[in-house]
């Protein structure tokens, strides 16, 4: 499977942006799929996470209530759908897909997408 984002942006703080992800394999719906992000001198860090099927979601506390993940299977992609943006939403975006489960950060690991920046400015 490969993995490419896009949708980044610059934003003001309290906007919107939408990411996509779209999934190049046959195999795309058998992942359990998920976003993360690293800003800047930090760790990368799970945002949220959507099933195989998109019957269910995670989402980090951080982003909860802002965020929301979805996923179309038929086209291989899935998107995040982030509002009321804060300077501290502000990172490169990965999206991936894993062998866990979404309660575990879809640890491990098994595809990562190359990043798409977000710029929120306050």
């Known amino acids: 499977v490969q993995l490419q984002a896009s949708g980044g942006g610059l934003v003001q703080a309290g906007g919107s942006l939408r990411l996509s992800c779209a999934a190049s394999g046959r195999t795309f719906s058998s992942y359990n799929m998920g976003w993360f992000r690293q800003a800047p001198g930090k760790e990368r860090e799970f945002v949220s996470a959507?099933?195989?099927?998109?019957?269910?979601?995670n989402y980090a506390l951080s982003v909860k209530g802002r965020f929301t993940i979805s996923r179309d299977n038929a086209k291989n992609t899935i998107d995040l759908q982030m509002n009321s943006l804060k300077p501290e939403d502000t990172a490169v975006y990965f999206c991936?897909?894993?062998?866990?489960?979404?309660?575990?950060?879809?640890?491990?690991?098994?595809?990562w997408g190359r990043g798409t920046l977000v710029t929120v400015s306050s």
């Open positions: 991936a897909a894993g062998g866990g489960d979404i309660w575990n950060s879809l640890q491990p690991i098994n595809y």
């Open positions: 959507i099933t195989a099927m998109g019957r269910h979601t």
